[in-house]
């Protein structure tokens, strides 16, 4: 048994992976039991070609509503001060959402930085 996965944002690369590989299963699913039936009645590479389509779909519509809502929170705050932000975490994803958009805010980030050295740079 394993544990839940944890929720994964809109349109993040964790989202996507998961649909990447409930697709993929499906879309497996689907090539095998078309292929152990006698009269086909559609051709073999059907599930093949479907899963593509979907996929492509799939992540496509997530990737433009992902791009267009960031856009639409996204302040350009003129007068704001560039804040460099210390810890990459969920804290950190969450406190640059935050600040990016609030209204009133003072402070626009500007890089992340984190001591763990075992994170991609």
Known sequence: MRPLPRPSLF?????????????LAASGALLVISLTLREL???ASAPVIAGLVALA???GARSVWRIAS???A?????GAKP?????TGAAG??????MLRDRGGTYVPVGLLDDD????R
């Open 11 to 23: 349109g993040s690369f964790d989202e996507m992976r998961a649909v990447f590989g409930t697709v």
């Open 41 to 43: 009645p559609l051709p």
């Open 57 to 59: 779909a799939m992540l």
């Open 70 to 72: 960031e856009r639409r």
């Open 74 to 78: 996204r302040l350009d705050l003129p």
């Open 83 to 87: 804040a460099p932000l210390f810890g």
């Open 93 to 98: 994803r969450s406190l640059v959402r935050a």
């Open 117 to 120: 050295r075992g994170l991609p």
